[in-house]
């Protein structure tokens, strides 16, 4: 049984929140976070008002706030509730304030307090960094899932990706690499949520058809599994009205080429992780595929993007951008132009059709 007249036992109170066993008795043992009765004077049992206080370490650590710190404001009971403000300026939709000219609403200086983290190898990062961290090595799904919402939601996508996703994600990643395997759930959790929150963010696709804008096509390079960045890409155009063609991982060039010609797109972004990945005479062969009426012909431009394409020279016909604001900058200039000259170039059947 999990359950007695005086209350949930340990193991029923972390499937609650969502955290390991071994966390709360942590909890517990440091910071005095412990039921108020014990079975037999050995068994914890938690009370409705221990799990309230448990639920409040969790939220707060989750934010970014250090354990200790966490649990003094979590056994002092919440805070009285401030004055009402008056009504602020209506903010512009996170999706506009994301991807405007101007520079996003800066995110809160980097916090730099050693060990705070779950042991991430986060070094100066953003406080929502740490907190996303810790909610991840505690398998925390419904703290990351509410944390990546709130990053997007405040900051735009681009901030959120660049300053804090895309940090948290690759501490995780050098984790694993350096502990013998362990953590690999963590980075799967992670990776998992980002996606979904990344999605979200997107929303429906747009469509070429209906907005007269040739479509962008997102792929990895053979031989690459990493796709969280061109995810990103993907809700970023969505943020634009700009419509996309999303082949995710390791695509194989036949099916690239095809996809090409029978689209016409504007823009080919080819993605590689490693230097091992990247393919540059499939560069190349892409940014040659031509199409419509003689001497009016069109290409694509073809975007090298992720750090596998570093430190070596751009192929002919290809750009390469840094980061996700200048892809995204980048792009709605190529697909402003391609729309701009479509009806001239005679597009393949079926282009537009994202």
């Not at 009402?84 to 980097?110: D, F, K, Q, S």
């Not at 990643?173 to 759930?185: A, C, F, L, P, Q």
């Amino acid at each position: 049984m999990t359950q007695s007249s005086h209350g949930l036992t340990t193991g029923a109170v972390a499937r609650r929140l969502g955290v390991a066993p071994t966390t709360l008795r942590t909890w517990d043992r440091r910071y005095g976070i412990g039921p108020a009765a014990r079975e037999d004077g050995r068994h914890r049992r938690w009370t409705p008002g221990d799990i309230a206080v448990l639920h409040e370490m969790c939220r707060l650590t989750s934010s970014g706030i250090p354990p200790a710190e966490a649990a003094r404001a979590a056994l002092a009971g919440p805070a009285p509730a401030p004055a009402a403000p008056a009504a602020p300026a209506a903010r512009p939709a996170p999706a506009v304030a994301a991807l405007a000219p101007v520079g996003p609403e800066p995110l809160p200086r980097p916090t730099r307090r050693p060990g705070s983290g779950n042991g991430l190898p986060l070094g100066a990062v953003r406080q929502e960094c740490r907190g996303l961290g810790r909610a991840a090595v505690r398998l925390d799904a419904w703290a990351v899932d509410e944390m990546l919402g709130s990053v997007i939601d405040q900051y735009g996508l681009v901030t959120a990706w660049e300053e804090v996703m895309a940090p948290t994600l690759h501490a995780v990643g050098r984790k694993w690499e350096t502990s013998g395997d362990r953590y690999v759930e963590v980075e799967h959790l992670l990776s998992w949520h980002v996606s979904s929150a990344l999605r979200r963010a997107a929303g429906p696709p747009a469509s070429g058809a209906r907005t007269g804008v040739p479509p962008v096509l997102l792929a990895c390079v053979p031989g690459e599994q990493h796709t969280l960045a061109l995810e990103a890409l993907a809700a970023g155009l969505a943020g634009l009205g700009l419509p996309t063609l999303m082949f995710g991982a390791a695509v194989p060039p036949e099916a690239l080429d095809q996809a090409v010609r029978r689209t016409g797109p504007a823009a080919v972004v080819l993605w590689s992780q490693a230097r091992s990945t990247a393919n540059h005479p499939l560069a190349r062969h892409l940014a040659e595929v031509a199409w419509g009426v003689k001497g009016a012909r069109a290409r694509p431009a073809v975007l090298t993007a992720g750090p596998g394409w570093a430190g070596q020279p751009l192929s002919p016909g290809t750009l390469r951008p840094h980061g996700l604001r200048e892809a995204l900058a980048l792009l709605r200039g190529l697909c402003d132009a391609a729309a701009g000259v479509g009806a001239d170039t005679g597009r393949p059947a079926g282009a537009d059709q994202s």
